[in-house]
């Protein structure tokens, strides 16, 4: 089982950055899928990128592609999101996630606020 946490969300004006972190704990992660995903208050969740165990493989949501970012350090057992560029529109509880096999996402973070001012 997958236990995952992220950080490095907080408040950032228009244009600005941010990186987010999701570390996992447990088993498998270096075999994992990596995905972020996030939810806007009153909106469905969103995907917006995911990244296969071997670091290639990478697919971005179209809202983000060009701004957005994802990478992972199997030997931190970690996975990041760089956020450059970022829109008022872009704030939203941002949330990491696993897929064991590949497939189906089955083990989600906490999340982590996002609020880009403008």
């Known amino acids: 089982q997958v236990q995952l946490v992220e950080s490095g969300g907080g408040l950032v004006q228009a244009g600005g950055s941010l990186r987010l972190s999701c570390a996992a704990s447990?088993?498998?992660?270096?075999?994992?899928?990596m995905g972020w995903f996030r939810q806007a208050p009153g909106k469905e969740r969103e995907f917006l990128a995911q990244?296969?165990?071997?670091?290639?493989?990478?697919h971005y949501g179209d809202s983000v592609k060009g701004r957005f970012t994802i990478s992972r350090d199997n030997a931190k057992k970690t996975v990041y999101l760089q956020m450059n560029s970022l829109k008022p529109e872009d704030t939203a509880v941002y949330f990491c996630a696993a897929a064991p096999t590949g497939k189906a996402f089955e083990y989600w973070g906490q999340g982590t606020q996002v609020t880009v001012s403008s």
């Open positions: 447990g088993d498998p992660f270096s075999t994992s899928t």
């Open positions: 990244i296969r165990w071997t670091g290639w493989d990478i």
